[in-house]
Structures are given as C-alpha cells and as structure tokens.
Nanobody, 117 residues
Framework: QVQLVESGGGLVQAGESLLLSCVAS????????MGWYRQAPGKQRELVAS???????YYADSVKGRFTISRDNAKKMVYLQMNSLKPEDTANYLC???????????WGKGTLVTVSS
C-alpha cells in the first residue's frame, strides 16, 4: 500500500505564490509518474500537472507559465510551485503516484489552497 501525504496549502491573496509538497511511502515498486490533481467545490477533478520518469511534463492550459512541477526521485517527493495565483485556482490539491508494472494509481487526501481576490 502506498501512502501519499501533501503539505503546503493555505490562504493567500491573488498574485502570491505557494509551494506544495508531497511525499510517497510504502511502495515496494518503482514510481512511474507523480503529479497533482485539483478539485474545486462542485467541479470535477482535473489534472493540473504531472511528471513521468521519462521527464515528460504535462500542464493544464489554465496553469501553463504559472505552475512548475518537479520531483526528487530519491526522496519520492513531488513539488508544485504555484506563482501568480488566481481565485480560480482555489481547490483541494491532491497528489497522485502511478506505481509499479501494473501502473496502479494512488492518491493523497489533499491540501487546501484558497486564493482571495
């Protein structure tokens, strides 16, 4: 069983920055990819950014140029640097990891980001 624990959320004003962190533990298998989803109240969960072992990055169009994803594979951590935050970025940000040869996805409980205007 893989556990993912996020940290770094909080309340900020529009235009400010936050750094989210997530650490994975408990996996016997290698991690294929890690990333971040977000879910705002009443909305579907959306993929914000991901980073595979091949180095391929994905960003949602809404965050391109403002958010940067990075990983520390040795520490099994993934980070999301969020700059120029907007009120529409307000959501619960959930870390995910795709693990092992079967490619199973695991999720954290999330860290809440609130951006005031």
């Amino acid at each position: 069983q893989v556990q993912l624990v996020e940290s770094g959320g909080g309340l900020v004003q529009a235009g400010e920055s936050l750094l989210l962190s997530c650490v994975a533990s408990g996996s016997r298998f290698s991690i294929n990819a890690m990333g971040w989803y977000r879910q705002a109240p009443g909305k579907q969960r959306e993929l914000v950014a991901s980073k595979s072992n091949s180095g391929r990055d994905y960003y949602a169009d809404s965050v391109k140029g403002r958010f940067t994803i990075s990983r520390d594979n040795a520490k099994k951590m993934v980070y999301l640097q969020m700059n120029s935050l907007k009120p529409e970025d307000t959501a619960n940000y959930l870390c995910y990891a795709n693990v092992g040869p079967s490619g199973m996805d695991y999720w954290g409980k999330g860290t809440l980001v609130t951006v005031s205007s």
